[in-house]
T-cell receptor
Framework: DAKTTQPTSMDCAEGRAANLPCNHSTISGNEYVYWYRQIHSQGPQYIIHGLKNNETNEMASLIITEDRKSSTLILPHATLRDTAVYYCIVRVVDDYKLSFGAGTTVTVRA | DTAVSQTPKYLVTQMGNDKSIKCEQNLGHDTMYWYKQDSKKFLKIMFSYNNKELIINETVPNRFSPKSPDKAHLNLHINSLELGDSAVYFC??????????????FGPGTRLLVL
């Protein structure tokens, strides 16, 4: 799997959009970008995934650059409950496992 | 209803003991996993089972023995516990092993402390 690079931490204001960047410059054509998050003392939670098109679901939006070397997870209206570690994971479609990095610790402040 | 449940939530034990952690999923999934999250918070896969069969063993010491009595359960037995086994162990499940959009659902974790 390609490696990903994420900022160690970031703060955002409650009610504002949170934009979480991820670099995956060595991604290959059959690798998807997945985002999970881990709220303190809980198990990881799936957020969204995509290949090359932008994706949106009830939790977030995923914007993938045209060259696929980076992506941004957008939480449109961050709440205090969104405070968590966010993991950007690149995964081959038929791979069995998720390889978690250090992630970005996101703190939403009132 | 809890989709993926683990027991116990906390486990404190002495070095050298043998302990088990249980995992159950009520999602009807075919694949289950065990992950370990160490003190540095890195999550690493340990095992994967598909339809009760071991698929993946990520170079885990053979003191760790997963057992899957049926598709809904994947238990983790650890022999001769060592200090370095202290960690949070997460169970997860997915509908199948892989594929586009295959997402994994995680349990709440079992916090193991070996003294």
């Amino acid at each position: 799997d390609a490696k990903t690079t994420q900022p160690t931490s970031m703060d955002c204001a409650e009610g504002r959009a949170a934009n979480l960047p991820c670099n995956h410059s060595t991604i290959s054509g059959n690798e998807y970008v997945y985002w999970y998050r881990q709220i303190h003392s809980q198990g990881p939670q799936y957020i969204i995934h995509g290949l090359k098109n932008n994706e949106t679901n009830e939790m977030a939006s995923l914007i993938i650059t045209e060259d696929r070397k980076s992506s941004t997870l957008i939480l449109p209206h961050a709440t205090l409950r969104d405070t968590a570690v966010y993991y950007c994971i690149v995964r081959v479609v038929d791979d069995y496992k998720l390889s978690f990095g250090a992630g970005t610790t996101v703190t939403v402040r009132a | 209803d809890t989709a993926v449940s683990q027991t116990p939530k906390y486990l404190v034990t002495q070095m050298g003991n043998d302990k088990s952690i249980k995992c159950e999923q009520n999602l009807g999934h075919d694949t289950m996993y065990w992950y370990k999250q160490d003190s540095k918070k890195f999550l690493k896969i340990m095992f994967s089972y598909n339809n009760k069969e071991l698929i993946i063993n990520e170079t885990v010491p053979n003191r760790f023995s997963p057992k899957s009595p049926d598709k809904a359960h994947l238990n983790l037995h650890i022999n001769s516990l060592e200090l370095g086994d202290s960690a949070v162990y997460f169970c997860a499940s997915s509908q199948d092993m892989a594929g586009v959009g295959e997402t994994q659902y995680f349990g709440p974790g079992t916090r193991l402390l070996v003294l």
